[in-house]
């Protein structure tokens, strides 16, 4: 098992750009979500899905889009990169939804938007 | 509305000291859980414990061991003999019913630990 995986490692991005990071899983865990790490703030929930299909807001949606086709990919799009984007991201997968479970996390995508 | 509160933002101890890392959270929920994660220096997170709001026996894994209070609402984790290894960044999260994310986690702010040897 590879478990959660996430690519890029690092992006160097400009204002304006767009870009997608990725992020799969081979555990078929139902639920995956996408968390950013700011200094000082902890991990802050992003989007979070239950399933192929499903996908919702969860705390700093803003400026973020994603999509679950499939139940082992959870990619994350930026449409328009801003300056306040710059942070390193985690993608995160647990069995099932629910509160009780606990969630396996990717290495961290270490985004810079210049 | 959830918090946790890691209040300590950095200690710095000798290798074979104790060590407690602190937590607190605030939740309107009777059922949640509480987990422990470690972020060492390479990056990842890596998951430690989980404890039910059910369950306040105390919990020891080799050196580490947590120190569940639901009357002070802490959730405390201690490091036995601290190690250089043991340098990372330590999160206490939260993650109740009550939330309408399924499965969100309040992560508290982090506390860096630094092992000197």
């Known amino acids: 098992n590879a478990g959660v995986t996430q690519t890029p490692k690092f992006q160097v991005l400009k204002t304006g750009q767009s870009m997608t990071l990725q992020c799969a899983q081979d555990?078929?865990?139902?639920?995956m979500s996408w968390y950013r790490q700011d200094p000082g703030m902890g991990l802050r929930l992003i989007h979070y899905?239950?399933?192929?299909?499903?996908?919702d807001q969860g705390e700093v949606p803003n400026g973020y889009n994603v999509s679950r086709s499939t139940t082992e990919d959870f990619p994350l799009r930026l449409l328009s990169a801003a300056p306040s984007q710059t942070s390193v991201y985690f993608c995160?997968?647990?069995?099932?939804?629910?509160?009780?479970?606990?969630?396996?996390f990717g290495p961290g995508t270490r985004l810079t938007v210049t | 509305a959830q918090k946790v509160t890691q209040a300590q933002t950095e200690i710095s101890v000798v290798e074979k000291e104790d060590v407690t890392l602190d937590c607190v959270y605030e939740?309107?929920?009777?059922?949640?859980?509480l987990f422990w994660y470690k972020q060492p220096p390479s990056g990842e997170l890596v998951f430690l414990i989980r404890?039910?709001?059910?369950?306040?026996q105390n919990e020891i894994s080799g050196r580490y061991s947590w120190n569940f209070q639901k009357s002070t609402s802490s959730f405390n984790f201690t490091i036995t003999a601290s190690q250089v290894v043991d340098s990372a960044v330590y999160f206490c999260a939260l993650s109740d019913a009550g939330g309408t994310s399924y499965g969100k986690l309040t992560f508290g702010q982090g506390t860096i630990l630094t092992v000197h040897p």
């Open positions: 404890r039910n709001s059910f369950d306040e």
């Open positions: 995160a997968s647990s069995i099932f939804p629910g509160y009780s479970y606990e969630q396996y």
């Open positions: 899905s239950v399933g192929a299909g499903i996908t």
């Open positions: 939740t309107r929920d009777t059922t949640y859980y």
């Open positions: 555990m078929n865990h139902e639920y």
